[in-house]
């Protein structure tokens, strides 16, 4: 009979999250991979764990017993693992690892490391939010940079604030009228420019846009989801819509006389964090944050 912690853990996030497909956008895996492991577990043990005979999602006494025996095994080995990744809490190098847009804080990031470890190397790479979480529980690399609603339901990751974002809307200014107001009806005509991304909460910062706008009386004719905040920019700059932007992220001069934000919008903090897996990292980014 052979045993793999994965497939345990499989089983754990089906009856937690009851569901297969909840347990996979979970473990950021396909609907069938869970559904497979779930079958050759059951085929292993040679017991039913899920009854697949009704339409309601129900757990097999078999199941259940199983559940509570799995979980403090599962935690004990969390537990053991993160003991041994203290045993060696030095690093020669750092790979950070940021989402699209978050250079900016990455950037920061990096330079506290050098400050504060001036023998530490670090590695600085773009990263796309459906594969950053398996590459960086894979151990691909170490640390990622990103929102923190992105990971609020995933569980043995570690997070560490590092900045804050202020979003605001950006805009043309040929939507701004001489008195300094919106012209509501141009906007109406026009699109909402989004970043590309998904988050595991929804209290996320493009949610919020999207309700103020509505409390504002603001309406837009679509909403279109971009790669980069450059390219959000460029549209606002062409004058085809308005977008999310923080305002960390200087703008280039020669746009000055092109684009403004939003006025009277209301300010939205946004946390952004380094995301890692080994809890010694913590120890580094804590010495380095702390002296800023």
Request: charged letters at 20%.
């Amino acid at each position: 009979m052979k045993y793999s912690l994965l497939t345990y853990k499989y089983f754990i996030d089906v009856v937690e999250t009851q569901g297969f497909t909840p347990a996979a956008k979970r473990n950021f895996v396909s609907q069938t991979a869970i559904s497979n492991a779930i079958k050759n577990l059951e085929k292993d043990l040679g017991v039913q764990l899920i009854d697949r005979s009704t339409s309601h999602f129900k757990v097999t006494l078999a199941g259940i017993n199983l559940y509570h025996c799995a979980v403090p095994i599962l935690n004990k080995y969390y537990e053991f693992s993160e003991k041994i990744s203290q045993l060696n809490n030095s690093f020669q190098t750092i790979r950070i690892h940021y989402l699209h847009a978050f250079n900016y804080w990455a950037v920061q990031l990096a330079q506290s490391l050098a400050k504060s470890n001036p023998s530490l190397q670090l590695q600085l790479d773009t990263e796309n939010f459906a594969t950053s979480i398996p590459k960086l529980d894979a151990g691909d690399y170490d640390v990622l940079i990103g929102f923190s609603t992105a990971v609020s339901k995933i569980k043995n990751i570690h997070v560490r604030k590092v900045g804050t974002a202020n979003f605001g809307i950006l805009l043309n200014q040929k939507a701004i009228d001489q008195k300094g107001r919106l012209k509501k009806e141009v906007i109406k005509k026009q699109p909402l420019f989004l970043q590309k991304w998904t988050a595991t909460d929804n209290n996320d910062v493009q949610t919020k846009i999207k309700n103020i706008l509505e409390k504002m009386n603001i309406s837009y004719d679509q909403i279109i989801y971009l790669d980069s905040f450059d390219a959000a920019l460029s549209n606002v700059v062409l004058n085809y819509g308005m977008a999310i932007y923080p305002e960390e992220l200087p703008l280039p001069k020669i746009y000055d006389k092109y684009v403004t934000f939003l006025p009277n919008l209301p300010k939205l903090k946004y946390d952004v964090v380094a995301i890692y897996k080994n809890p010694a990292i913590f120890n580094i980014l804590d010495r380095s944050l702390a002296k800023k």
